[in-house]
């Protein structure tokens, strides 16, 4: 067979599959919601802005709907635009909709392992303690509100010696959300400049850099192609070995001083819990299980909280009108005394500004996916089990009839017209349902009691002008990242 020959058998091979794979697809998607025909293999993938996955899912809802259906190579993946959408599956449906999509980079990362990207019972169990442990924390001898305003008052020193010069905020604000969870895992904290401390930082801001550029969305959505992507996920793999490595060295302390009757901390709580099942071939309290679900929560509550902060203050660095009535109210309210999570109620305005940066930031765009448990019949369509479902919180947070003029920051979406905090359903920025965010009411209290203190103590300048603040985000991969900026504290 002559070149030309062997060339044309290749094309009509390849439209062979082609039309193959598309007929095939279409009889699979049955009653499926409606999507874009994929192509074979690598399915939807060219339809998928990787850079900005939000924008792509956002205009394939204008074209198909409030729910559809796309393929990334061959996963199925159903997308929920709206809040009465999510709110069926993940609340009206949660058991069915409440376990966790595969996401492999996270599954190479873990292993299963951990709280937030387990499966089954393990997570059920590992959860079920985590919720419990926080909570009697929150009631115990020092509680989880008198740690933070502890720190809190550690971060008004260490941005003191800023001198009120030009500073970039990324690692001061990163330690003071990481010193609360280190207090809430192994009872201790580091001082800011902390060489260890420093390190484990720098190491969490790059991962979560890294987690957010187009080749980690490619790891997530063509796993079988990731021996030809960059070896950055090297380089994550080897960053989480670290902290897990780092939880252990405190697990180990830990074990030569345990006394259960007086657990000081989430590790005493977890070697614990080991001690009784002990004799439990079939029990998830385990090292590796304490180990990963100690760099979850000790990752997961320092970016994302860190990067909330510095959003936040940039925000109202943007809006100078802003700041201005939020030290009205502090001076009014609290004067020079420590502020408390009781003043909350008594202080709307700073209760809106802080819901107002959450939702305003949008931090996890896409949510973190969910999959089915089962079989299942949703609206008009059947889903199968197993399908990865992409519950949107962005279109919730920026619903423009629930928030007029949502790409405006403005904390008046958070206040009625007598001036009161007015909740909103939609507020959603931890996601809702069994698998909402483990830390919603730690993160609550540290950006309520962070920013306060923060505020009362310092006026907040920009350097350079105001009219040219950037306040795009660098990606937005799975989250929308704080570009870098510099401010100064200038004490009050």
Same mark, same amino acid.
């Given at each position: 067979?002559?070149?030309?020959?062997?060339?044309?058998?290749?094309?009509?091979?390849?439209?062979?599959f082609l039309?193959?794979?598309?007929?095939? +697809?279409?009889?699979?998607r049955g009653r499926l919601p409606?999507g874009?025909?994929p192509f074979?293999?690598?399915?939807?993938i060219?339809?998928?802005?990787?850079?900005?996955?939000?924008? $792509?899912?956002?205009?394939?809802?204008?074209?198909y709907?409030?729910?559809?259906?796309?393929?990334?190579?061959?996963?199925? %993946?159903?997308?929920l635009?709206?809040?009465?959408?999510?709110?069926?599956?993940?609340?009206?449906?949660?058991?069915?909709?409440?376990e966790?999509?595969d996401?492999?980079?996270?599954?190479?990362l873990?292993?299963g392992?951990?709280v937030?990207?387990?499966?089954?019972?393990?997570?059920?169990?590992?959860?079920?303690f =985590?919720?419990m442990?926080?909570?009697?924390?929150?009631?115990?001898?020092?509680?989880?509100?008198e740690?933070?305003?502890?720190?809190?008052?550690?971060?008004?020193?260490e941005?003191?010696?800023?001198?009120g +010069?030009?500073?970039?905020?990324?690692?001061?604000?990163g330690?003071?959300?990481?010193?609360v969870i280190?207090?809430?895992?192994?009872h201790?904290?580091?001082?800011?400049?902390d060489?260890?401390?420093?390190?484990?930082?720098?190491?969490?801001?790059?991962?979560?850099?890294?987690?957010n550029?187009?080749?980690?969305?490619?790891?997530?959505?063509?796993?079988?192609?990731?021996?030809?992507?960059?070896g950055?996920?090297?380089?994550?793999?080897?960053?989480?070995?670290?902290?897990?490595k780092?939880?252990?060295?405190?697990?180990?302390?830990h074990?030569?001083?345990?006394?259960?009757?007086?657990?000081?901390?989430y %590790?005493?709580?977890?070697?614990?819990?080991?001690?009784?099942?002990? @004799?439990?071939p079939?029990?998830?309290?385990?090292?590796?299980?304490?180990?990963?679900t100690g760099?979850?929560?000790? =990752?997961?509550g320092?970016?994302t909280?860190s990067?909330?902060?510095?959003?936040?203050?940039?925000?109202?660095?943007?809006?100078? *009108?802003?700041?201005?009535?939020?030290? *009205?109210?502090?001076?009014?309210?609290?004067?020079?005394?420590?502020?408390?999570?009781? @003043?909350?109620?008594?202080?709307?305005?700073?209760?809106?500004v802080v819901?107002?940066?959450?939702?305003f930031?949008?931090?996890?765009?896409?949510n973190?996916?969910?999959?089915?448990?089962?079989?299942?019949?949703?609206?008009?369509?059947?889903?199968?089990k197993?399908?990865?479902?992409?519950?949107?919180? $962005?279109? %919730?947070?920026?619903?423009s009839?629930?928030?007029?003029?949502?790409g405006?920051?403005d904390? +008046?979406?958070?206040? @009625?017209?007598?001036?009161?905090?007015?909740?909103?359903?939609?507020?959603?920025?931890? =996601?809702?349902?069994?698998? $909402?965010?483990?830390?919603?009411?730690l993160?609550?209290?540290?950006?309520?009691?962070?920013f306060?203190?923060?505020?009362?103590?310092?006026?907040?300048?920009?350097?350079?002008?105001p009219?040219?603040?950037?306040i795009?985000?660098?990606?937005?991969?799975?989250?929308? %990242?704080?570009?870098?900026?510099?401010?100064?504290f200038l004490?009050?």
């Amino acid at each position: 067979m002559d070149s030309s020959g062997l060339t044309t058998t290749v094309l009509l091979a390849f439209v062979f599959f082609l039309i193959l794979s598309v007929w095939i +697809q279409g009889t699979k998607r049955g009653r499926l919601p409606p999507g874009p025909t994929p192509f074979p293999f690598i399915g939807n993938i060219l339809q998928i802005n990787l850079k900005n996955m939000l924008a $792509s899912f956002l205009q394939l809802a204008e074209k198909y709907g409030p729910i559809y259906t796309i393929y990334i190579g061959t996963k199925r %993946i159903v997308v929920l635009y709206g809040y009465t959408m999510v709110k069926e599956a993940l609340i009206d449906q949660g058991d069915v909709f409440m376990e966790r999509g595969d996401m492999p980079i996270f599954e190479d990362l873990f292993k299963g392992l951990g709280v937030i990207f387990s499966h089954g019972e393990r997570w059920r169990e590992l959860r079920r303690f =985590s919720l419990m442990t926080l909570r009697n924390f929150g009631m115990g001898k020092r509680s989880i509100e008198e740690r933070i305003q502890e720190e809190a008052q550690c971060l008004v020193e260490e941005l003191r010696k800023t001198k009120g +010069q030009p500073t970039d905020p990324t690692f001061i604000l990163g330690c003071a959300p990481c010193n609360v969870i280190c207090s809430i895992l192994f009872h201790d904290r580091f001082k800011y400049d902390d060489e260890k401390f420093l390190y484990l930082m720098k190491l969490l801001n790059e991962n979560f850099h890294r987690f957010n550029k187009p080749w980690a969305q490619l790891y997530n959505f063509l796993p079988a192609f990731r021996i030809y992507l960059p070896g950055e996920h090297k380089i994550i793999f080897k960053g989480g070995e670290e902290v897990r490595k780092f939880i252990l060295e405190r697990v180990k302390e830990h074990q030569k001083t345990l006394d259960p009757n007086n657990p000081r901390d989430y %590790i005493d709580c977890y070697l614990s819990k080991m001690h009784q099942e002990k @004799d439990n071939p079939k029990s998830e309290f385990h090292l590796e299980n304490l180990t990963v679900t100690g760099a979850n929560l000790f =990752s997961a509550g320092t970016e994302t909280t860190s990067n909330t902060l510095r959003y936040g203050l940039l925000l109202i660095l943007k809006h100078p *009108e802003v700041q201005a009535k939020i030290y *009205e109210e502090i001076d009014r309210v609290i004067g020079n005394r420590v502020p408390s999570i009781k @003043d909350r109620l008594d202080m709307p305005y700073m209760d809106a500004v802080v819901h107002e940066i959450q939702r305003f930031i949008d931090l996890v765009p896409l949510n973190v996916p969910h999959a089915l448990t089962q079989d299942t019949e949703f609206r008009q369509y059947f889903l199968p089990k197993g399908t990865t479902i992409f519950p949107l919180l $962005s279109p %919730i947070l920026w619903d423009s009839k629930e928030f007029p003029n949502p790409g405006q920051f403005d904390p +008046q979406h958070f206040l @009625d017209e007598n001036g009161k905090f007015k909740k909103s359903d939609y507020f959603v920025p931890f =996601s809702i349902g069994k698998r $909402s965010c483990l830390g919603e009411g730690l993160a609550r209290m540290e950006l309520f009691l962070f920013f306060t203190t923060i505020l009362q103590n310092f006026t907040l300048k920009l350097v350079g002008d105001p009219n040219e603040i950037n306040i795009k985000t660098n990606f937005s991969g799975f989250n929308n %990242i704080t570009p870098h900026y510099q401010l100064c504290f200038l004490p009050r």
